[in-house]
Nanobody, 115 residues
Framework: QVQFEESGGGLVQPGGSLRLSCLAS????????MGWYRQVPGKQREFVAG???????KYADFVKGRFTISRDNSKNAVFLQMDSLQPDDTAVYYC?????????WGQGTQVTVSS
């Protein structure tokens, strides 16, 4: 059974930075597509950034210029460097892996941006 180990969340002041990490385990294949979503209470889970088919990088408009997604060269791992964080970025961030029509999700890591 696939598992995602997420880390890097925490409390940061506005303008600060965090780096999220996600490592998939329990699978023999590499996810062609991996990315990050986030969710706040009362809102739908929303796309943040992704590396589609391990080739094309896509960002949500609200994080362009601030967040950077990357993948490990040899592992089922994906990272999200988050700079210039703002209170509106506060959410639970979820790692996502996709192969064909199937999605797998991590447990989520809390990111809180507050003074």
């Amino acid at each position: 059974q696939v598992q995602f180990e997420e880390s890097g969340g925490g409390l940061v002041q506005p303008g600060g930075s965090l780096r999220l990490s996600c490592l998939a385990s329990g699978v023999k294949f590499r996810f062609p597509t991996m990315g990050w979503y986030r969710q706040v209470p009362g809102k739908q889970r929303e796309f943040v950034a992704g590396m589609m088919d391990a080739r094309v990088i896509k960002y949500a408009d609200f994080v362009k210029g601030r967040f950077t997604i990357s993948r490990d060269n040899s592992k089922n791992a994906v990272f999200l460097q988050m700079d210039s964080l703002q209170p509106d970025d506060t959410a639970v961030y979820y790692c996502n892996g996709r192969i064909g029509p199937n999605d797998a999700w991590g447990q989520g890591t809390q990111v809180t941006v507050s003074s």
